[in-house]
């Protein structure tokens, strides 16, 4: 695992315009001009944020023609779902041992 790569990913997706992004091209793949409609930020910023998921390795492009069709990286996905997912039990490791432990009674009679 390259702690510095999983940084990168995580980052990439702190910025709600990419996030943004990442949603609709969980729908499919897509140019950046059907990515760009609807997004309050112009075509030009949705490429520079398509920049960022790409060096981040969470955006693949092909070419087709004069334009670039991007899609999600599956493999960069999941690895984010394996870190997510990890999290997730250890959480619910160490609240089933707070819930299971003895309780104290704090107070002095």
């Known amino acids: 695992m390259d702690a510095n790569r999983d940084a990168d990913r995580w980052g990439a997706l702190a910025d709600g315009t990419r996030l943004a992004i990442v ?26 944020h398509l920049r960022i998921l790409k060096d981040a390795g969470l955006v693949e492009d092909v070419a087709e023609g004069t ?3 991007y899609r999600l990286n599956p493999v960069a996905l ?12 250890r959480a619910l490791a160490g609240y089933a041992e707070a819930a299971e432990a003895p309780k104290t009674n704090t107070r002095e009679a």
């Open 78 to 89: 999941a690895a984010l779902r394996d870190q997510l997912d990890t999290y997730w039990q």
């Open 67 to 69: 334009r670039r069709i």
């Open 23 to 48: 949603a609709r091209l969980a729908e499919g793949p897509r140019a950046v001009g059907k990515l760009a409609a609807g997004l309050p930020v112009s075509r030009s910023a949705v490429s520079q």
